[in-house]
């Protein structure tokens, strides 16, 4: 997925996806780009975060201005163990649809929207 804010891209996935409900409260995001080489477009990147009083860390990589869509399935790994889970719909490589709701709702939003969603942990691009 193609982004603009190269320097704070799971910053702001962080704080996009903490918007879309009270649950998902993500405090302390802190993303480090000590082990990337900006302008060679390389390297990883590591973002810290609370949620639910516990630190959780995502791994990465970099790669100019694309988004790592394993952070999507490493924050599902994270979040999805209660009866909301966070879904996605693949778009196109410049985008995708997150959502953040049961299975029965997200059923619901495929027969009214026509797309297909499937379980952050469970899909691949």
């Known amino acids: 997925l193609e982004v603009w804010n190269c320097e704070s891209i799971?910053?702001?996935?962080?704080?996009?996806?903490?918007?879309?409900d009270e649950e998902l409260a993500f405090t302390d995001i802190q993303e480090d780009l000590s082990n990337v080489?900006?302008?060679?477009?390389v390297g990883s990147v590591y973002t810290t975060f609370i949620w639910q009083g516990t630190e959780y860390k995502l791994t990465?990589?970099?790669d100019y201005d694309w988004f790592d869509t394993?952070?999507?399935q490493q924050l599902g790994n994270i979040v999805n163990h209660g009866d909301?889970?966070?879904y996605v719909s693949y778009m196109d490589e410049y985008g995708a649809l997150l959502y953040y709701g049961t299975q029965k709702q997200v059923r619901k939003l495929e027969r009214l929207t026509g797309m297909d969603f499937k379980?952050?942990?469970a899909f691949s691009w």
């Open 10 to 20: 799971y910053t702001d996935f962080l704080t996009g996806v903490s918007a879309m």
């Open 84 to 86: 909301q889970k966070l």
């Open 37 to 41: 080489d900006i302008e060679a477009g």
């Open 70 to 72: 394993t952070a999507i």
């Open 60 to 62: 990465s990589l970099y």
């Open 119 to 121: 379980k952050a942990t």
